[in-house]
């Protein structure tokens, strides 16, 4: 994990070192282990470096060839595979660094090299000849990459900071992106809370010269040919190669790695591979929340210890780290520090994480493996599978189960779906009920206002193909902004969050199994469990029953502050000059947070219902 940044002045003037030396100031707030710049006339290009796989301590960046200059935070999966595209160039060898091996991509292939890259990766590439900026984002949007231009000049960053660093750039707040938040709609990927500071789109390549600025997409997740193995054993044997390779090259540091275990199906499949995968055991973490104990010695809400416990016993994991509590020092302290980790609010913050990244950072670990974004699609409980018999052409298997679970609807819909008219289904599909309204964080708006048709227009329908709405569900934007956020929130203690069950190659292989092994008539997550056999506990891979979730004892803490917020969100609210903060319902956040409200428990556990990026909100508003 690195970060870079950059400027390029498109009328041709000369950087201003100032301003190059005022980027890189505010980018500095980590201690990289080596930083480089470079500065020539109409460019400037940065990089702060992280060491961790065993190529990047021979690599230093910017790294300049043949009139062409690139920074980049890689990491490359297909190594062998490009340095087989790359024989002809005599001086690439098995030690060169992820970035040389992508600038030589360049050389051979122009912006076509992006095709032949796998893994989580944001670089930026300059030619001098052309006077051309070519950049790229990774496949799903692990790799941050913000950027703002001007009729003059173009600046980019792995971070907000280092663009509103400089005094040149317009910093108005983008109030559609706040509204969209207060009233829980999921903002576009690529607006920021900050109107002119956009980012760039996952699998997505953005070209800049001084009369031209182009973005293009490179990739989409896209339904592959249905597999066809002669018995079901092959394809466990199959799933289970390709979730060993996902870990595997996730494991490629010098360093100590990190397992986020929660006790659910995720993280205790991630954590056997990587107990088998891994040279050292001994360099195998496992880290996990739980909650306390009181001074009887019991727990306030349960958690999956027990389940932690056997996993980290079953695979003879010698290292294990149980966070209970996060020593905040008052509620506010998760806010300030948000806040400073985005340079203001965005739609998803990681900082539920830090306490678990600050017990990495001390035992000198920079690699951290997460379950992150399991649900979405690998360990997906496959509810909407039989919709795909139809693509198979197994109409009959697809009525059995249709009936058997009662979906007649689904049956009306499918038939509707075959006598109208294309155009006809589009109107079906638009109209929205006149009547719907959400319960949003906002006091003004009316059926008629552009937010609530917006929501509507973003209500997730009954999908036509479960494969479908897994390749869509992988890929939305929340998706990419929490990875993107853990990334930011990482960099701080020098970690750098990895994700296995994002693997591109390893989302395109599960989409091409048959629908009924994706989705199961008796169990969910039939695949997974049944290829993580021997790298787990029986009662643990076929458990159905998870109790909490990774941040629970946050939520003992909430109900221990909630006085104070209570206090503190009126008042904020009372002395509210801010026309944002007057338009939010404060009663709701407080309701939200009310210990008393028995909305707020889950099976017994207090759980606030308030979004935290309303908090933020209030926070930010109140302050400027």
């Not at 100590?256 to 591979?273: F, K, M, N, Q, R």
């Not at 929340?289 to 695979?315: C, H, L, R, T, W």
């Not at 909430?558 to 000059?577: E, I, L, T, V, Y």
């Not at 428990?601 to 759980?607: A, D, L």
Request: charged share 25%; with cysteine.
């Amino acid at each position: 994990m690195s970060t870079i940044f950059g400027l390029y002045n498109t009328d041709q003037r000369p950087v201003d070192i100032s301003d190059a030396e005022c980027v890189q100031k505010a980018m500095q707030h980590w201690v990289p282990d080596d930083k480089g710049m470079y500065i020539d006339g109409e460019i400037m290009l940065g990089q702060l470096m992280l060491h961790n796989t065993p190529e990047s301590f021979h690599e230093k960046l910017p790294y300049v060839n043949d009139n062409k200059i690139i920074t980049a935070d890689c990491r490359l999966d297909n190594r062998e595979e490009i340095l087989s595209r790359l024989e002809e160039f005599q001086h690439i060898t098995v030690n060169t660094p992820d970035s040389v091996l992508i600038l030589f991509l360049y050389q051979k292939f122009g912006s076509e090299c992006v095709q032949y890259l796998e893994g989580d990766f944001v670089f930026v590439i300059y030619d001098r000849i052309e006077s051309t900026v070519f950049a790229a984002r990774d496949r799903i949007g692990v790799k941050p990459f913000y950027y703002y231009k001007e009729e003059d000049f173009f600046v980019f960053a792995s971070e907000k900071k280092g663009i509103l660093s400089l005094g040149k750039v317009n910093k108005e707040i983008n109030e559609k992106f706040v509204y969209q938040i207060m009233a829980e709609i999921e903002p576009e990927l690529e607006e920021t809370f900050h109107k002119h500071i956009y980012s760039l789109l996952p699998a997505h390549t953005l070209t800049v010269t001084n009369n031209n600025f182009r973005k293009s997409s490179y990739w989409k997740l896209e339904l592959p040919p249905l597999l066809n193995l002669k018995k079901e054993a092959d394809y466990i044997d199959a799933f289970r190669a390709e979730m060993a390779r996902a870990v595997k090259c996730r494991l490629r540091t010098v360093f100590p790695v990190a397992v986020e275990l929660s006790g659910g199906l995720d993280s205790s499949g991630i954590t056997g591979l990587a107990a088998k995968l891994i040279a050292d055991k001994d360099k195998l973490f496992g880290f996990s929340n739980v909650m306390p104990v009181n001074e009887s010695g019991e727990k306030e809400y349960a958690d999956e210890e027990k389940f932690i416990d056997e996993v980290i016993q079953f695979n003879g994991i010698s290292n294990s780290v149980k966070i209970t509590g996060s020593n905040w020092k008052n509620f506010l302290e998760p806010h300030e520090l948000t806040l400073a980790v985005h340079s203001g609010v965005e739609a998803y913050s990681a900082w539920w994480q830090e306490p678990l990244r600050k017990a990495m950072a001390d035992r000198g670990i920079r690699v951290t493996l997460s379950g992150f974004p399991g649900d979405e699609a690998i360990t997906n409980n496959g509810s909407f599978y039989f919709h795909d018999f139809i693509r198979e052409g197994k109409y009959i298997d697809f009525l059995k189960v249709a009936l058997e679970k009662k979906q007649y609807s689904i049956l009306l819909k499918k038939i509707i779906s075959k006598v109208l008219p294309d155009p006809v289904l589009d109107i079906v599909r638009k109209s929205k009920s006149v009547n719907f309204k959400r319960n949003n964080f906002l006091l003004d708006l009316d059926l008629e206002s552009d937010l609530v048709k917006e929501f509507q227009s973003k209500q997730p329908h009954h999908p036509d193909s479960y494969k479908d709405f897994i390749a869509r569900r992988v890929t939305r934007p929340h998706s990419a902004f929490r990875m993107q956020s853990e990334t930011c929130f990482s960099i701080r203690h020098r970690l750098e969050p990895r994700y296995p069950l994002a693997d591109t190659r390893l989302l395109s292989f599960f989409l091409s199994l048959p629908s009924a092994l994706i989705g199961h008539p008796q169990m969910n997550r039939y695949m997974f469990r049944r290829s993580m056999e021997g790298l787990m506990p029986e009662n643990v891979r076929w458990r159905v029953d998870k109790k909490g979730a990774p941040l629970i004892y946050f939520w003992r803490e909430n109900r221990m502050f909630a006085g104070d917020f209570f206090q503190w969100a009126d008042k904020r609210h009372k002395s509210a000059s801010n026309d944002i903060l007057k338009k939010m319902d404060i009663q709701k956040l407080i309701d939200g947070y009310d210990p008393g409200n028995p909305g707020n428990y889950y099976s017994g556990i207090f759980k606030p219902s308030r979004p935290f990026e309303i908090e933020l909100l209030l926070y930010y508003f109140s302050n400027v």
